[in-house]
């Protein structure tokens, strides 16, 4: 219930985030809440060096972002079917607030992945941070494991 909710304010909360136009005099930088490209602006955006409303307008992109990505991984590997997932988080798991400053940790920790698609870093982070268990092994024929 605590992912619906946060996913649902997250969502809510970044849509206008995105449809504002940049005005003069915010942050340098502060155009990435609706230009994120690379890992590294993902980065900065979920974990914004600036303040004021810029920056809980990045949180909240960052959130809608990381929110989307993982939506999108479940409608791809639904659980109970055969197709394994990329990443598993745990349950129950960091909130969309801690997720994001765990990949903005991530990617600092991972430079040379900062001019990858942001996309791509995310599930990068995800499989690094929530690997999936080894697949259930299928006994050999004849009785050998």
Do not use: K
Request: proline share 10%.
């Amino acid at each position: 219930m605590r992912l619906v909710l946060a996913t649902a304010l997250a969502a809510l909360v970044a849509a206008p985030a995105m449809a504002q136009p940049q005005q003069r005099g915010q942050a340098e930088g502060t155009d990435l809440i609706d230009h994120v490209r690379t890992v590294s602006d993902l980065a900065r955006v979920c974990n914004p060096p600036w303040g004021g409303v810029p920056r809980l307008e990045a949180i909240a992109y960052c959130q809608g972002f990381l929110t989307g990505a993982g939506q999108y991984h479940a409608l791809l590997y639904p659980a109970g079917t055969r197709a394994r997932p990329l990443y598993c988080v745990p349950s129950p798991g960091p909130t969309i607030a801690e997720s994001g400053v765990a990949f903005a940790a991530w990617s600092r920790a991972n430079p040379d992945r900062a001019n990858e698609p942001a996309l791509d870093g995310v599930l990068r982070w995800a499989q690094a941070t929530f690997p999936c268990g080894a697949p259930a092994r299928t006994p050999a024929r004849g009785g050998r494991s």
